[in-house]
């Protein structure tokens, strides 16, 4: 595969779901090694996107691929090569981290020094009860989970949910050492420094459109214009957020 081989391509896709809810005409490609930044507020179709690469959700028009394979009717396929973190962490309350982990570990044939190296990376103890876990705890589980089988492709829905600034931290060196390694990643996020530290592009949604795409190495020379449009990005989020009372 070509080092600008777009292995991620959506065309169109559009999702109704009535009320103004949904995507719609979403159109954005992602090449290998890129990492991608989908930044928008909770609600905006992040997920939805996300939902429907995976073979999660039928589009009621458009299309999207995953090297070169349709999402929908190649979901099998397609996830061998992927790792994923949902926007809502779902983990069976009855096991213990560590059987769960060692339990899927042996689904994908993935050896046990992986899943404790990344364990000892990000601090977790594995041993407790799932529903004894706090929200944090879960949400380093869900990122083994989806770093483990070490796949060619992340797609990662709002990854440091419920992470301390410091795991933000660790989340993001784990994000530049696998880029180097050639990794091609679409981060979904509402925070906008997680992406800045991480992202070579940045696609903007609201309200199930897309409305502006940054290139982040354009902004980190450091032009003028580029200094404002960064300062304007920041700043839209800032108002939005006041304006639907969040912080």
């Known amino acids: 595969m070509g080092t600008h081989e777009t292995v991620i391509s959506i065309q169109n896709l559009t999702k109704d779901f009535g009320?103004?809810?949904?995507?719609?005409?979403?159109?954005?490609?992602?090449?290998?090694?890129e990492v991608f930044g989908f930044l928008g507020p909770n609600g905006a179709g992040k997920t939805t996107?996300?939902?429907?690469?995976?073979?999660?959700?039928?589009?009621?028009?458009g299309n999207c691929q995953i090297l070169g394979m349709d999402c929908w009717t190649k979901p099998k396929e397609i996830q061998r090569h992927v790792g994923y973190i949902a926007g809502e962490?779902?983990?069976?309350?009855?096991?213990?981290?560590q059987s769960f982990l060692m339990q899927i570990a042996k689904m994908r044939d993935v050896k046990w020094e992986r899943v404790v190296e990344l364990c000892t990376f990000f601090d977790i103890n594995p041993n407790n009860k799932i529903k004894r876990m706090s929200k944090g705890m879960k949400q380093k589980i869900a990122l083994v989970l989806a770093f483990m089988h070490d796949p060619d492709i992340l797609l990662l829905d709002?990854?440091?949910?419920?992470?301390?600034?410091?795991?933000?931290?660790?989340?993001?060196?784990?994000?530049?050492?696998?880029?180097?390694?050639?990794?091609t990643i679409m981060l979904s996020s509402h925070i906008f420094n997680e992406v800045e530290k991480t992202c070579d592009r940045v696609m903007i949604i609201k309200h199930g459109r897309i409305i502006a795409e940054v290139d982040m190495?354009?902004?980190?020379?450091?032009?003028?214009?580029?200094v404002v449009t960064k300062f304007s990005l920041e700043q839209y989020f800032m108002n939005y957020y006041k304006k639907e009372g969040q912080q």
């Open 19 to 33: 009320n103004n809810q949904g995507i719609f005409d979403i159109s954005l490609g992602i090449k290998k090694g």
């Open 49 to 61: 996107t996300i939902r429907h690469l995976l073979g999660f959700i039928k589009s009621d028009s």
């Open 89 to 97: 962490i779902a983990l069976p309350d009855g096991m213990n981290g």
């Open 158 to 183: 709002e990854p440091t949910s419920g992470l301390d600034p410091l795991m933000q931290e660790k989340f993001c060196e784990l994000i530049l050492r696998e880029k180097e390694r050639g990794k």
């Open 217 to 226: 190495h354009g902004i980190e020379k450091a032009k003028p214009e580029f």
